[in-house]
C-alpha cells in the first residue's frame, strides 16, 4: 500500500548564497587526501571486481573564454603547442593505465569529453586524441561516446570528424539563447552560432543530441527564460539537461560577490529556479518528452540512454585523464593534479599524476550510490539489498521519514519514488542521508 506523505516542514533556505549545490559524488571531495594516495596505488595492482564495467573520462581544460559561474579547471591563454603537449600527455598517461592490472582485459563501455571545451581542439587534434586513445584501449566495446562543445567552436568540419570518430552523444552547452544574458555570464557563443551548430549536427545524424540549459543566470527574467522554453521545443532535440545555477567559491560571481561585500548571489532564487525548471518539463512533457532524472528529459525514452551517468551512479570503474578530473578504481576513488605545468611535468617523468584519493568504507559506497540514484527521481531497495547485503529500507529509515514528511517522496513496498517538488531540490535532499561527518562540509 502506497504511504502518503504530510509536508511539515520546509528543509531548503531560499536565496542563492555561495557554496556547491550540486552533489556529484560521496563522500564529499574535500575528504579526498593525499596520505590516501597509497590505496589508489594499491588499487592499481588488483585485478578488476567481477562484471564492473570500465569508462573513461578526458578532461579538456580549455576554452575561448571563463565563464563568471565556471569552477572548473580550464585555461583560455595555451597556444597550440601547449594544446599539442597537453594531448601527448593524455595518451602517455592512458598508456600508463594501459598496462596496470586493474585493466584485466577490459575494454572501455563509455568515453565522455568534458572541459572546459573539448570542442575547442582543432579537427587535426581530435583525430590524434581519439585515434591515440583507440589504439591503447580499443573502442569496439564501447556502448556510448559523449562530447561537449561550446556552439561558437563548430563548423561543419569539426562536426564531420566527431560524427567519424564515433561520438554518439554530442552535447551541446547552449545554457541561454539571448545574446545579453550570454555576454553578461561570460558566455563565448552568441545566439546565431547555437542555431548554426545544431542544424549542421542534425544533418550529420548524431545519434543523439543534447542541449544544455542554466535556469537563474545573471539578469535572467520570467520572459526569458519563457523564450529559452520555446526556442527549445522548436530544436526538439533528442534530450535536454537543465541546472539549477550555483555559485560555488572559484567563480567570478563570488569573487564580485566579495569585492562588493554581499552574501547574497546576483541570480534567482531557489524557489524560482526550481519553478522554472518545472515550467521547462511540462512544457516538454506536453511535447512527449520524458523527465528521466533531476536534471534531464528525453524525447524518446526507449532509443535515449545516459551511460555514463548510469554506469558511474552503479559503481563503474572510471578511469580519468588530465588535469585535475577525477576518477574511480576498483573502489578507490582520485584526482589528477589541479595545475596545467605539474600536471605535464609528473607526466614527462613517467609518472601517474594523482594528487589526492579516497577509499570509502562499505557503508560510504551504499550511500554513494544510493543518493546518486535518487537522482533519477525513482529507485528499487531490492537492488542495494543484493549489493550491498544491507536491508537498504532500515539502513536509510530516519531520512527517508524525513523527507516523507517533508512531502517529497513516498515509499510502496520496494519501490521508492520522489515527486516532481522533491525531484527538483534534490541534491539538498541528499544531505540527509550524509553521515555526520560529512555534513555542512565543501564540496570541492
Given at each position: 500500500?502506497?504511504?502518503?506523505?504530510?509536508?511539515?516542514?520546509?528543509?531548503?533556505?531560499?536565496?542563492?548564497?555561495?557554496?556547491?549545490?550540486?552533489?556529484?559524488?560521496?563522500?564529499?571531495?574535500?575528504?579526498?587526501?593525499?596520505?590516501?594516495?597509497?590505496?589508489?596505488?594499491?588499487?592499481?595492482?588488483?585485478?578488476?571486481?567481477?562484471?564492473?564495467?570500465?569508462?573513461?573520462?578526458?578532461?579538456?581544460?580549455?576554452?575561448?573564454?571563463?565563464?563568471?559561474?565556471?569552477?572548473?579547471?580550464?585555461?583560455?591563454?595555451?597556444?597550440?603547442?601547449?594544446?599539442?603537449?597537453?594531448?601527448?600527455?593524455?595518451?602517455?598517461?592512458?598508456?600508463?593505465?594501459?598496462?596496470?592490472?586493474?585493466?584485466?582485459?577490459?575494454?572501455?563501455?563509455?568515453?565522455?569529453?568534458?572541459?572546459?571545451?573539448?570542442?575547442?581542439?582543432?579537427?587535426?587534434?581530435?583525430?590524434?586524441?581519439?585515434?591515440?586513445?583507440?589504439?591503447?584501449?580499443?573502442?569496439?566495446?564501447?556502448?556510448?561516446?559523449?562530447?561537449?562543445?561550446?556552439?561558437?567552436?563548430?563548423?561543419?568540419?569539426?562536426?564531420?570528424?566527431?560524427?567519424?570518430?564515433?561520438?554518439?552523444?554530442?552535447?551541446?552547452?547552449?545554457?541561454?539563447?539571448?545574446?545579453?544574458?550570454?555576454?553578461?555570464?561570460?558566455?563565448?557563443?552568441?545566439?546565431?552560432?547555437?542555431?548554426?551548430?545544431?542544424?549542421?549536427?542534425?544533418?550529420?545524424?548524431?545519434?543523439?543530441?543534447?542541449?544544455?540549459?542554466?535556469?537563474?543566470?545573471?539578469?535572467?527574467?520570467?520572459?526569458n527564460w519563457k523564450a529559452c522554453i520555446e526556442r527549445t521545443r522548436e530544436m526538439a532535440p533528442d534530450s535536454v539537461t537543465i541546472y539549477q545555477m550555483e555559485v560555488p567559491y572559484n567563480t567570478g560571481i563570488y569573487q564580485q560577490m566579495k569585492a562588493d561585500g554581499k552574501l547574497t548571489a546576483p541570480v534567482a532564487d531557489w524557489d524560482t529556479k526550481r519553478r522554472w525548471v518545472n515550467d521547462a518539463y511540462t512544457a516538454l512533457e506536453q511535447d512527449g518528452y520524458t523527465v528521466s532524472s533531476a536534471y534531464t528529459a528525453v524525447k524518446d525514452k526507449a532509443r535515449t540512454s545516459f551511460v555514463y551517468r548510469d554506469r558511474l551512479w552503479a559503481g563503474a570503474d572510471l578511469?580519468?585523464?588530465?588535469?585535475?578530473?577525477?576518477?574511480?578504481?576498483?573502489?578507490?576513488?582520485?584526482?589528477?593534479?589541479?595545475?596545467?605545468?605539474?600536471?605535464?611535468?609528473?607526466?614527462?617523468?613517467?609518472?601517474?599524476?594523482?594528487?589526492?584519493?579516497?577509499?570509502?568504507?562499505?557503508?560510504?559506497?551504499?550511500?554513494?550510490?544510493?543518493?546518486?540514484?535518487?537522482?533519477?527521481?525513482?529507485?528499487?531497495?531490492?537492488?542495494?539489498?543484493?549489493?550491498?547485503?544491507?536491508?537498504?529500507?532500515?539502513?536509510?529509515?530516519?531520512?527517508?521519514?524525513?523527507?516523507?514528511?517533508?512531502?517529497?517522496?513516498?515509499?510502496?513496498?520496494?519501490?521508492?519514488?520522489?515527486?516532481?517538488?522533491?525531484?527538483?531540490?534534490?541534491?539538498?535532499?541528499?544531505?540527509?542521508?550524509?553521515?555526520?561527518?560529512?555534513?555542512?562540509?565543501?564540496?570541492?
Amino acid at each position: 500500500m502506497s504511504e502518503t506523505a504530510t509536508k511539515t516542514a520546509p528543509p531548503l533556505e531560499k536565496k542563492t548564497t555561495v557554496g556547491n549545490y550540486f552533489v556529484s559524488n560521496y563522500p564529499p571531495f574535500s575528504f579526498w587526501k593525499q596520505e590516501d594516495v597509497p590505496d589508489y596505488r594499491t588499487a592499481l595492482g588488483q585485478p578488476p571486481k567481477p562484471d564492473t564495467p570500465l569508462g573513461i573520462y578526458v578532461h579538456i581544460p580549455f576554452c575561448r573564454k571563463r565563464c563568471h559561474f565556471c569552477y572548473f579547471r580550464v585555461y583560455t591563454d595555451k597556444n597550440s603547442e601547449e594544446i599539442r603537449n597537453y594531448i601527448d600527455a593524455v595518451l602517455a598517461e592512458l598508456k600508463l593505465y594501459a598496462k596496470q592490472n586493474f585493466i584485466g582485459g577490459r575494454k572501455p563501455k563509455f568515453v565522455y569529453f568534458g572541459g572546459g571545451t573539448p570542442s575547442y581542439l582543432s579537427e587535426s587534434q581530435l583525430r590524434e586524441l581519439t585515434d591515440g586513445m583507440k589504439e591503447l584501449l580499443p573502442w569496439d566495446e564501447v556502448e556510448e561516446v559523449t562530447f561537449e562543445c561550446e556552439p561558437g567552436t563548430l563548423r561543419e568540419k569539426k562536426l564531420e570528424i566527431l560524427h567519424e570518430i564515433g561520438v554518439t552523444r554530442l552535447s551541446l552547452g547552449v545554457e541561454n539563447f539571448d545574446d545579453h544574458i550570454l555576454e553578461l555570464n561570460g558566455r563565448a557563443h552568441r545566439g546565431p552560432e547555437i542555431g548554426r551548430a545544431y542544424e549542421f549536427a542534425q544533418g550529420l545524424g548524431f545519434p543523439q543530441i543534447n542541449i544544455d540549459l542554466i535556469a537563474g543566470m545573471v539578469e535572467e527574467t520570467e520572459d526569458n527564460w519563457k523564450a529559452c522554453i520555446e526556442r527549445t521545443r522548436e530544436m526538439a532535440p533528442d534530450s535536454v539537461t537543465i541546472y539549477q545555477m550555483e555559485v560555488p567559491y572559484n567563480t567570478g560571481i563570488y569573487q564580485q560577490m566579495k569585492a562588493d561585500g554581499k552574501l547574497t548571489a546576483p541570480v534567482a532564487d531557489w524557489d524560482t529556479k526550481r519553478r522554472w525548471v518545472n515550467d521547462a518539463y511540462t512544457a516538454l512533457e506536453q511535447d512527449g518528452y520524458t523527465v528521466s532524472s533531476a536534471y534531464t528529459a528525453v524525447k524518446d525514452k526507449a532509443r535515449t540512454s545516459f551511460v555514463y551517468r548510469d554506469r558511474l551512479w552503479a559503481g563503474a570503474d572510471l578511469l580519468s585523464l588530465g588535469v585535475a578530473s577525477f576518477g574511480h578504481i576498483g573502489g578507490t576513488h582520485y584526482q589528477n593534479l589541479h595545475d596545467f605545468a605539474p600536471y605535464i611535468e609528473c607526466i614527462d617523468r613517467g609518472e601517474l599524476p594523482v594528487y589526492r584519493a579516497l577509499t570509502p568504507s562499505d557503508d560510504e559506497r551504499l550511500i554513494r550510490e544510493f543518493i546518486l540514484q535518487m537522482k533519477l527521481g525513482h529507485l528499487k531497495f531490492s537492488y542495494f539489498n543484493k549489493k550491498f547485503g544491507t536491508n537498504a529500507a532500515e539502513r536509510f529509515a530516519k531520512p527517508l521519514q524525513t523527507i516523507k514528511d517533508w512531502g517529497f517522496a513516498t515509499v510502496d513496498g520496494d519501490d521508492l519514488r520522489l515527486n516532481r517538488e522533491g525531484l527538483l531540490q534534490v541534491d539538498r535532499l541528499l544531505h540527509e542521508f550524509f553521515l555526520d561527518e560529512h555534513r555542512n562540509a565543501r564540496y570541492a
